[in-house]
Nanobody, 126 residues
Framework: VQLQASGGGLVPPGGSLRLSCIASMDSFSAYAVAWFRQEPGKEREFVAASSRSGGLSTPYADSVKGRFTISRDNAKNTVYLQMNSLKPEDTAVYYC???????????????????WGQGTLVTVSS
């Protein structure tokens, strides 16, 4: 199983980016998916998640709520993170993750996920 994240880059404050993560597994809809991020010198933190199947449960970190949107296209084995109104403090390496046995109450937990992408760097700066 492989996850390939892309879409990072340099964007000015207030700008937007859309990250994509393409997964190689079969039955992608059976997996919960999530985005985490890590700033230099800090621990990786939860950003957003989408529960398996229809993604009815989509929790967000308080710091991104109302600005970021996670979505998934099960036919394309892809999860997206639309990031709007970006701030300098959003600068980080963003990782996508997938897990087959992630229950709703564990969607925010890093250790609930089995597979991780390589990360894509987002830099918010003028």
């Amino acid at each position: 199983v492989q996850l390939q994240a892309s879409g990072g880059g340099l964007v000015p404050p207030g700008g937007s980016l859309r990250l994509s993560c393409i997964a190689s597994m079969d039955s992608f809809s059976a997996y919960a998916v999530a985005w985490f991020r890590q700033e230099p010198g800090k621990e990786r933190e939860f950003v957003a998640a989408s529960s398996r199947s229809g993604g009815l449960s989509t929790p967000y970190a308080d710091s991104v709520k109302g600005r970021f949107t996670i979505s998934r296209d099960n036919a394309k084995n892809t999860v997206y993170l639309q990031m709007n109104s970006l701030k300098p403090e959003d600068t980080a390496v963003y990782y996508c993750a997938a897990g087959r046995r992630v229950i709703v109450s564990s969607l925010r937990r890093e250790n609930a996920y089995d597979y991780w992408g390589q990360g894509t760097l987002v830099t918010v700066s003028s």
